[in-house]
């Protein structure tokens, strides 16, 4: 079955980076728009960010825009996020996801997306 496997997360100061990463397996990677999510405790799963398959368009949540990267590499069925200047607030379990949409549009809706990984923790200390 599809597998999607997130890894990189950790423990972090506060301006600190991390890079995620979400390797996938038996996923037709390169039709799938890809995304990442996160889910604080008490808080729902939110849209972080996504990319697409159709001409490399790229997605960013406001709380991220200018500090989290996102890409992939199809030959190597990833994605990445890049994270840079976190803060405590960036602190969640952060989600790989993928959504099989024909058009490669990229969707923020968490039922958009079909496949996910188990998740990786990030904590950002202050």
């Known amino acids: 079955q599809v597998q999607l496997v997130e890894s990189g997360g950790g423990l972090v100061q506060a301006g600190g980076s991390l890079r995620l990463s979400c390797t996938t397996s038996?996923?037709?990677?390169?039709?799938?728009?890809m995304g990442w999510f996160r889910q604080a405790p008490g808080k729902e799963r939110e849209f972080v960010a996504a990319t697409s398959w159709r001409d490399g368009s790229t997605d960013y949540a406001d709380s991220v825009k200018g500090r989290f990267t996102i890409s992939r590499d199809n030959a190597k069925n990833t994605v990445y996020l890049q994270m840079n200047s976190l803060t405590p607030a960036d602190t969640a379990g952060y989600y790989c996801?993928?959504?099989?949409?024909?058009?490669?549009?990229?969707?923020?809706?968490?039922?958009?997306?079909?496949?996910w990984g188990q998740g990786t923790q990030v904590t950002v200390s202050s």
């Open positions: 038996r996923l037709t990677f390169s039709r799938s728009v």
């Open positions: 996801a993928a959504d099989l949409v024909p058009t490669g549009q990229i969707r923020r809706t968490r039922t958009a997306f079909v496949f």
